[in-house]
């Protein structure tokens, strides 16, 4: 199960939503749970039936507890600290009933204020609590921006992953780390691929050592993060023990990362191979195939059409 606190995710979000702690100072490490896969159910408007983790009242939920008095209205906040929420935010600058206040302060539940909007806070959280709390992986290899899909490219130790990383950036691409990719599963269908903060900009390549790209290429060289598309899998050609490789491949190979496929593509490596053309025209290929547009289904429909007019 993952989690974060709220002291957290106040220090990350407190300068861009203008948080200030209105009671339950001493609560912040209430721990924030991601139980199931959904990060929406983790923050949203004042919601009884299925209660947010962290719920925000803002000027329609306060007016919508303002209409009840009495044993009603306190019926109502009992109903809200039922589900023992992490956190309150008070939304669009207005300020809590006493009541919800003080109920807060006896169940030491934090109490957050901001004056930016409740759809503005609701959707900043979700992204920070979807980034936060995602599932997240490691992988060896190189990670690059090809024609703007993200390529983790894999292979053994010595195959030439590097060289070929220092080959596309001298052809305009881009690369996001280098060795070891951090790789989280931010939306259902989505996985992002960042560097570690210790190898951020470096690539290391045999014979010449430690590469600063960012200083040597420039700014436009690498790349804070990416979404993983495509994984290029460099063979060593005629190595003993390695499966034979399709020359013709006619189905998808795919790898599971974090419960996603994500599709891979076999290149063998031999000399006088210009890898990063292959992998470049593989990306154009790939994107064609988003598109619907399949080179070799269509290679293959021309020859049934040839095969069917020579029987005729």
Known sequence: MLQTSIARLYEDNAASLGLGWVSGRGSE???VRRESADTAALVGHLNLIHPNRIQVLGLRELAYIDGYSGATIGQVIINLFAAEPAAIILAEGVAAPAALLSSAQARNI??????????????????????????STSRHGVFVDVLGLGVLIT?????????????????????VADDVVEISRIAAKTLEGRCPPLLKDFLEVRGLGVLNIRVIFGETAVRPKMNLKLIVHLAKSGQAGAAPTERLPLHE?????????????????AAGRYLAVLVEAAVRNYILQLRGYDSTQEFIARQHGQLKRGVN
Do not use: F, M
């Not at 934090?110 to 599932?135: E, F, G, H, N, Q």
């Not at 190979?253 to 599709?263: A, H, M, Q, S």
């Open 110 to 135: 934090p109490v957050l204020a901001t004056a930016s909007p409740a759809y503005v806070v609701i959707d900043t959280l979700r992204r920070y609590l979807a980034k936060v709390l995602a599932d």
């Open 29 to 31: 490490a209430l721990p």
């Open 155 to 175: 292979g053994e130790s010595g195959v030439g992953k590097s060289e070929l990383a220092l080959e596309l950036i001298s052809r305009g691409h881009g690369l």
């Open 253 to 269: 190979i795919t790898e599971d990362i974090l419960g996603l496929p994500v599709r891979k593509i076999v290149i063998p490596v």
